[in-house]
Nanobody, 122 residues
């Protein structure tokens, strides 16, 4: 069973910073893509940033230049450094991991964390 657990959310003032972490654990062969999504009340879940195992990244236009995604493959952990936070960044942030469970089966399975709340407020 694969588990994905986020941490690091909280309350921050506009212009402040937060760092989210997400660790995957359990029986797996490899983790390919990892990413962060967010969902604000009344909105659909939207992509924030993704990172492949080789390090290539992708960002939503709204966070480019402010957020940085990184990962530690040995620790099966992905991070999201969020700077210059804005009111509009308030949301529940979800992490996902695209996992290959065994060496012989190339299928990927997406696992989600339970989410961590980020609130930007003065």
């Amino acid at each position: 069973q694969v588990q994905v657990v986020e941490s690091g959310g909280g309350l921050v003032q506009p212009g402040g910073s937060l760092r989210l972490s997400c660790a995957a654990s359990g029986s797996m062969f490899s983790i390919n893509g990892m990413g962060w999504y967010r969902q604000a009340p009344g909105n659909q879940r939207e992509l924030v940033a993704t990172i492949r195992s080789g390090g290539s990244t992708n960002y939503a236009d709204s966070v480019k230049g402010r957020f940085t995604i990184s990962r530690d493959n040995a620790k099966k952990t992905v991070y999201l450094q969020m700077n210059s936070l804005e009111f509009e960044d308030t949301a529940v942030y979800y992490c996902n991991a695209d996992v290959q469970l065994t060496r012989t089966r190339k299928d990927e399975y997406r696992y989600w964390g339970q989410g961590t709340q980020v609130t930007v407020s003065s």
